[in-house]
């Protein structure tokens, strides 16, 4: 459906859980995770009935997230439900990359068309110190298994160790397997308010000076903002998700359902509509999908991380709105 500035959403992020099995350090806290219960979360019928609802107003792919979707029971039999539901083109995951090796079969059974992983880090001290946890072997071998032919696989990095060489051995994935491996500038959500971003321009050009030069391509590989440049050599691209320096939010075709059901239209504000209640409340369908008509049709003209901050702004955070 096209919200009231033109722009066509299509896509739809379920965060089917705010727990996780990692504490990324720009993400969630060391100790002290305050966890909502199973009953405050969404159930898959109600997840479901919201992706149908959504599919009648013209959502075509939905992005699994999280916290950690995989630690939820039955994620993947849930991304085969949701791609069975008529309007529904492409069911995709993002994971930390943990469980993936164990649940990769039943989620290419299910037909997932895509997985994001992601790795900030190949060095597995610096690992346990971005992810808080000592799981880099994990997640290196979910890297291994997933190159699948007829999956798509990208890697998102978000370049919280600035070190040179990070970038440069993170990029080097790309260079030795057929995926793309993509940098997302920090934004300042939740605990990522505690990090500096690193720009896009300056990835670039130590890149370059590793690789040699980088073209553009027009390609975009996926449902989202990110912008490709191809090395000579290398297997997959190299992408940029630049949301502070370069803002998108003219061509934004998202909007989010966090774990407890609430629908958002964008990831900088508070702004939103409690579908959960709703659903809990008796609504119809009919007017379940008017909820997320006005969720779309409202969704705000663009981001501002860069403004003052306002009382208008998310004080959740990525783990529990799913990235
Ligand atoms: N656990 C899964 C994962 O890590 O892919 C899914 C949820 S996680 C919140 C989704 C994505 O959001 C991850 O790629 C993570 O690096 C990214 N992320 C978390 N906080 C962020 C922030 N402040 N700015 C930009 N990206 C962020
Ligand atoms: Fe977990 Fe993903 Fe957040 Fe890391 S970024 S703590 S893996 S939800």
């Given at each position: 459906m096209i919200?009231?500035?033109?722009?066509?959403?299509?896509?739809?992020?379920?965060?089917?859980?705010?727990?996780?099995?990692?504490?990324?350090?720009?993400?969630?806290?060391?100790?002290?995770?305050?966890?909502?219960?199973?009953?405050?979360?969404?159930?898959?019928?109600?997840?479901?009935?919201?992706?149908?609802?959504?599919?009648?107003l013209g959502i075509r792919k939905i992005k699994l997230t999280g916290g950690e979707p995989l630690v939820r029971k039955g994620c993947a039999s849930l991304a085969g439900q949701i791609k069975a539901i008529p309007g529904i083109e492409k069911v995709t995951l993002t994971t930390n990359g943990i469980l993936l090796e164990e649940q990769l079969d039943d989620l290419l059974k299910a037909g997932i068309d895509a997985i994001n992983i992601s790795l900030?880090?190949?060095?597995?001290?610096?690992?346990?110190?971005?992810?808080?946890?000592?799981?880099?072997?994990?997640v290196l071998?979910?890297?291994e298994a997933l190159t699948h032919p007829g999956l798509s696989l990208k890697i998102n990095s978000v370049p919280v160790i600035k070190e040179k060489e990070n970038f440069i051995a993170v990029a080097g994935l790309a260079k030795?397997?057929?995926?793309?491996?993509?940098?997302?500038?920090?934004?300042?959500?939740?605990?990522?308010?505690?990090?500096?971003?690193?720009?896009?321009?300056?990835?670039?050009?130590?890149?370059e000076e590793a690789y040699g030069p980088m073209h553009a391509v027009k390609e975009r590989y996926g449902n989202g903002p990110c912008h490709y440049y191809e090395i000579a050599?290398?297997?997959?691209?190299?992408?940029?998700?630049?949301?502070?320096?370069?803002?998108?939010?003219?061509?934004?075709?998202?909007v989010r359902l966090t774990s407890e059901g609430f629908m958002k239209g964008c990831l900088q504000y508070q702004e939103g509509t409690d579908l959960r209640g709703l659903m809990r409340g008796g609504c119809?369908?009919?007017?379940?999908?008017?909820?997320?008509?006005?969720?779309?049709?409202n969704k705000p003209v663009s981001h501002n991380f860069y403004e003052a901050k306002t009382e208008q702004d998310e004080i959740r955070g990525m783990s529990q709105i799913g990235g």
């Open positions: 919200d009231k500035y033109g722009r066509n959403i299509d896509y739809l992020r379920i965060s089917l859980t705010d727990r996780c099995n990692l504490r990324c350090i720009y993400c969630m806290p060391e100790e002290g995770v305050k966890s909502l219960s199973h009953a405050e979360i969404l159930t898959y019928d109600e997840i479901l009935r919201i992706c149908r609802c959504g599919a009648e900030d880090t190949l060095d597995p001290e610096l690992f346990k110190k971005v992810a808080r946890r000592d799981d880099l072997a994990k071998k979910g890297i030795k397997y057929p995926i793309h491996v993509r940098f997302i500038e920090m934004m300042p959500i939740g605990y990522g308010k505690q990090f500096p971003f690193q720009d896009e321009e300056s990835i670039k050009t130590v890149l050599g290398f297997k997959g691209k190299i992408g940029f998700i630049s949301a502070m320096t370069h803002k998108f939010c003219n061509q934004c075709n998202r119809t369908d009919q007017e379940l999908k008017e909820a997320i008509y006005q969720v779309i049709w």
